[in-house]
């Protein structure tokens, strides 16, 4: 089942670069988000005591749970819709005789694959795009803005990620 799997997702590679697409980029785009909101020159650290500070770090926090779950329910419709585009394998899978328990564990290995590829294609696109958003920041509002490539921002979008892959083993077994 698992050389099949392999087989099928190196034939059906032009229908799995969208998909590869579609979750690099959520993953870029909160990974900059993130960035943003985590560089102490866009947003100085603010004073405990201040009521006003604590309502800027709440609008703070919102946005970026904002962004997370637009993130994920980007993520997790696009795996809606290939698991959809691909119900013909469901169906022919069904008819040469595999249980259920294999049809679930061949969706869920094409989806790990496509989230490893798209994962790596993430962070290739983060080394090259977050300097270059950083540097015309910078050169906007005339301060030196250090980029930081591997931070808290990448370590938060790494452990956004293995949630979303969470959340998609618990939709396809439920």
């Known amino acids: ?10 034939k059906e590679m032009k229908k799995n670069i969208s998909m590869i697409g579609v979750v690099s980029s959520a ?16 947003n100085p650290p603010l004073n405990p005591n201040d009521l ?5 770090g709440l609008l703070r926090f919102t946005i970026i749970m904002l962004f997370m779950l637009m993130c994920i329910y980007l993520v997790i419709y696009s795996i809606n819709y290939y698991n959809k585009v691909h119900s013909r394998i469901l169906g022919l899978l069904k008819i040469f005789g595999n ?4 049809i679930v ?15 790596l294609v993430f962070t290739l696109l983060n080394i090259v795009v977050t300097p270059l958003l ?5 050169y906007y509002i005339k301060k ?8 808290k921002a990448y370590l938060d979008t790494l452990a956004f990620f293995f949630l979303t892959i969470l959340v998609i083993i618990f939709v396809e077994f439920r």
């Open 1 to 10: 089942m698992i050389g099949f799997t392999f087989k099928y997702f190196f």
């Open 27 to 42: 993953l870029l785009l909160l990974s900059l988000i993130l960035n943003m909101f985590y560089n102490t020159v866009l």
């Open 52 to 56: 006003a500070a604590f309502f800027v």
């Open 99 to 102: 249980t259920t328990y294999e």
């Open 105 to 119: 564990i061949f969706f869920t290995l094409q989806i790990v694959i496509i989230l490893l590829i798209s994962f």
């Open 134 to 138: 950083f540097k015309l920041i910078s």
């Open 144 to 151: 030196t803005v250090t980029t930081i490539l591997f931070g």
